[in-house]
């Protein structure tokens, strides 16, 4: 899922979107990877499942 992908769902400001996916980028339960299509895109990915 894109950043703009996940401000759209969640309704949430970018600047919290930015932050959440820092945190979770930090924690490693998030990846950061180059869109398949387009290499301009970063599309996120969980890492692992949360218990």
Do not use: C, W
Request: proline content about 6%; charged content about 35%; cysteine-free.
């Amino acid at each position: 899922m894109s950043r703009q992908e996940l401000i759209d769902e969640s309704f949430l400001p970018p600047r919290t979107v930015n932050y959440g996916l820092s945190r979770l980028k930090e924690l490693g339960l998030v990846r950061e990877e180059s869109h398949a299509e387009d290499l301009r895109k970063v599309v996120y990915e969980l890492t692992e499942a949360p218990f």
